[in-house]
């Protein structure tokens, strides 16, 4: 998956252009206390075709660092935590 090489401090969020789900999740995530000190990435998943394989209509999805889902459809604040 070409998504950059892990940080421990970034978030990545996967969606696609206007969709409605995915911007949802983005302000949920960004209104949890426990985001302040992490850095979002977003990532279009049609833009990369492993990324459209993997994940395709499952969007959006929530990627900790190592690339591992945390949550997706709709933010899940326990998951993230």
Do not use: T
Request: proline letters at 4%; hydrophobic letters at 45%.
């Amino acid at each position: 998956m070409a998504v950059g090489q892990p940080a421990e401090n970034c978030i990545r969020l996967l969606g696609r252009a206007e969709c409605e789900l995915c911007e949802l999740m983005e302000i949920a995530l960004i209104s949890h206390e426990q985001f302040r000190d992490l850095r979002l990435e977003h990532l279009d998943v049609d833009s990369d075709k492993d990324l459209l394989r993997r994940f395709g209509l499952r969007v959006p999805v929530l990627l900790d660092c190592w690339n591992d889902v945390i949550c997706e459809g709709q933010f899940d604040a326990p998951a993230f935590e």
